[in-house]
Nanobody, 118 residues
Framework: VQLVESGGGLVQPGGSLRLSCAAS????????MSWYRQAPGKERELVAR????????YYEDSVKGRFTISRDNAKNTVYLQMNSLKPEDTAVYTC????????????WGQGTQVVVSS
């Protein structure tokens, strides 16, 4: 099982990034997918989640209207489009998969660094 994130980097405030998380080794369509982030000195927080089949989404309040989570089940990939980035979005972003029926079946990626700075 692998979750491999990509797309992180350094961006100026107001800029955009698109993170990708490529999954392998499990039946991707059976899993809800989430993006978490952890900033230095802070606890990890859930940023966005997309369900396995219906595509329903959840966003943490501070990213609503700026971030969009999506998935492509044919490519076994989940995306996080991040617009209007702010310095407080600086964090390590990690994707996570949880089985739609078995919540204890979870997989985590290694994370990708996002730095928002001028």
């Amino acid at each position: 099982v692998q979750l491999v994130e990509s797309g992180g980097g350094l961006v100026q405030p107001g800029g955009s990034l698109r993170l990708s998380c490529a999954a392998s080794g499990f039946t991707f369509s059976n899993y809800a997918m989430s993006w978490y982030r952890q900033a230095p000195g802070k606890e990890r927080e859930l940023v966005a989640r997309i369900s396995s089949f219906s595509g329903s989404t959840y966003y943490e309040d501070s990213v609503k209207g700026r971030f969009t989570i999506s998935r492509d089940n044919a490519k076994n990939t989940v995306y996080l489009q991040m617009n209007s980035l702010k310095p407080e979005d600086t964090a390590v972003y990690t994707c996570m998969a949880v089985h739609r029926f078995i919540s204890t079946t979870q997989y985590w990626g290694q994370g990708t660094q996002v730095v928002v700075s001028s």
